[in-house]
Nanobody, 114 residues
């Protein structure tokens, strides 16, 4: 079973950028698609962006024009470049196969100071 591990979160000011990394311990191409999700305190987990094995992408409305999902199949890694961060982007971010199956990883915390 391929394990996905998130990293790259942190505390940044509103308007700044962060790049999150989802490292696959195994062949990331075993997944048809990979997604980034996020969960803010008191809210349901929501889908942020997806990328297929072939590189096709989709974004939540809140992420369009600010976030970019990409993948490096050689490095077995998926990235989420987040620009122009807003306070409402603060959440724990998770990567997962898409659609999600099984358990969630630990995620990576993104905090935004205004």
């Amino acid at each position: 079973q391929v394990q996905l591990v998130e990293s790259g979160g942190g505390l940044v000011q509103a308007g700044w950028s962060l790049r999150l990394t989802c490292a696959a311990y195994g062949n990331i191409n075993s997944f048809v698609a990979i997604a980034w999700y996020r969960q803010a305190p008191g809210k349901q987990r929501e889908l942020v962006a997806t990328i297929t094995r072939g590189g096709s992408t989709t974004y939540a409305d809140s992420a369009k024009d600010r976030f970019t999902i990409s993948r490096d199949n050689i490095q077995n890694t998926v990235y989420l470049q987040m620009n122009s961060l807003r306070p409402d982007d603060a959440a724990v971010y998770y990567c997962s196969e898409y659609p999600h199956l099984g358990t969630w990883g630990q995620g990576t915390q993104v905090s935004i100071s205004s």
